[in-house]
């Protein structure tokens, strides 16, 4: 059981798959979502660039979720009406009790 204070919910959003041209691809327009509970979102990185075209932003937060939580590598996470995306594969932090396994992955998003 994660700790009491893990109290915030996340939108898991995975793609369907299609084939095109032999090849199994994501297919967006068919993707299916999932409510995880017992999340706790903490901001990690932001940045801003400014080089004279467009005023680009990126942001980072670090997810931990519950042990079991189905997440995984390119799965899309709504949080605080942002859609970030799953960056690497999801890690496991095992407790020495067990008492608190979770599972950690950090979310980005870019805009400009």
Do not use: H
């Amino acid at each position: 059981m994660l700790p009491s204070w893990f109290r915030q919910s996340v939108t898991r959003v995975r793609a369907g798959e299609k084939t095109v041209r032999g090849s199994v691809v994501p297919d967006w327009d068919n993707a299916t979502t999932s409510v995880i509970s017992g999340c706790s979102v903490q901001p990690s990185t932001t940045s801003l660039s400014q080089d004279g075209r467009v005023l680009g932003v990126a942001e980072s937060y670090t997810l931990y979720m519950p042990a079991d939580a189905d997440v995984q590598e390119g799965d899309r996470i709504i949080f605080d009406s942002k859609q970030f995306v799953v960056r690497g594969i999801p890690g496991s932090w095992v407790s020495p009790t067990g008492a608190l396994n979770n599972k950690q992955v950090t979310l980005e998003r870019w805009e400009g």
